[in-house]
């Protein structure tokens, strides 16, 4: 199977879950054969071509055009349905950001296709490739397929697949080739304007390697000072459940769930939450979870890797106690 792996970066910086989608594509092609293909779409990006080609991947195709220097629906659409058209491949993947929710159903409609969107994981079942989805919230899943023909458009959800267990290019480095696309201004029925940029405040959770999270728990907003200390021992980010961020204990971007951010850090320390579904459906892609509720029959306990069954008060302080001896 030939795979085509779309990857997104923004004024040079990549958004990491275009590496996650390359795990997913290399993940596929083991259990289907075949091989996979990267493309950077853009203008100026060649190093990070450069950098793409050190992966394990077959061929990094580089998409540069003066019009594509800026995010356009349009731009992308038309740049990237010549060089699908060209290339060829049967299956074309892409991480499920909020760009790629805006052009890539264009993209995939454009060539007479349907597009199975925000999938969490995929198998091979008797030749054919069976793609994973959650439903209501992630209280179920839903197994999708294509009857169509090739190519075939996939978005993988933030958090599906892990990153680091990206491979790295077992000669070196792949050949990087130019892709050509013919642009013009009429084919951009939009103006890109100044780039939305967020509050000094906030964060990217999405990309925090380590994460204290604390929900309902906590029981008053004061005792969140304790939450806090232990996330600066530990070097982490602080986030919570919906409850503490709808009391405005926290501000909304550090919400963890289906509502708010969806994570997969190496270590996601819960403290004092039940494990709702919605909280759930953000953080089961965490490579270690480690859970402290007073309550043995919580939910969280069950996808927790280390469960503690204590009071969260008792055990805050004596772990950044622990922590900070251990600078010393």
Request: net charge neutral; charged share 20%.
């Amino acid at each position: 199977m030939k795979i085509l792996v779309i990857t997104e970066q923004r004024q040079g910086k990549w958004n990491n879950t275009s590496f996650e989608t390359l795990v997913a594509a290399q993940q596929i092609v083991a259990a289907t054969s075949g091989a996979v293909s990267a493309a950077v779409i853009g203008n100026g990006v060649a190093t990070l071509a450069e950098e793409l080609a050190s992966k394990n991947v077959a061929e990094v195709l580089l998409v540069e055009h003066d019009l594509l220097e800026s995010y356009t629906p349009d731009g992308y659409g038309v740049a990237l349905k010549q060089v699908i058209e060209a290339v060829k491949p049967e299956l074309v993947l892409f991480p499920h950001t909020y760009q790629v929710r805006d052009f890539a159903p264009k993209l995939a409609a454009s060539l007479g296709k349907g597009m199975i969107g925000d999938c969490v994981g995929f198998r091979s079942e008797g030749g054919k490739l069976v793609f994973v989805r959650q439903m209501f919230q992630g209280k179920t899943a839903a197994d999708v397929t294509f009857t169509g023909a090739a190519p075939w458009f996939v978005s993988f959800q933030s958090g599906a697949f892990r990153a680091d267990l990206l491979a790295a290019h077992p000669g070196g480095k792949a050949p990087v080739n130019a892709a050509k696309v013919a642009l013009n201004a009429g084919d951009i029925r939009t103006k890109p304007l100044e780039l939305f940029k967020e509050a000094k405040s906030a964060v990217d959770l999405t990309q925090a390697p380590l994460i204290v999270a604390i929900g309902r728990g906590i029981k008053a907003p004061e005792n969140i000072a304790q939450a806090e200390a232990l996330a600066k021992a530990l070097g982490a980010e602080i986030a919570a459940s919906r409850p503490i961020c709808d009391e405005g204990w926290l501000p909304m971007e550090r919400q963890i769930g289906s509502s708010g951010q969806t994570v997969a850090p190496k270590l996601y320390l819960a403290l004092g939450i039940s494990g709702a579904i919605q909280h759930v459906v953000g953080m089961k892609g965490s490579r270690t979870i480690v859970a402290v509720n007073k309550d043995q029959n919580a939910p969280i306990f069950e996808i927790a890797d280390y469960g503690i069954v204590g009071d969260i008060f008792e055990i805050m302080p004596a772990l950044t106690e622990e922590l900070q001896k251990a600078k010393w």
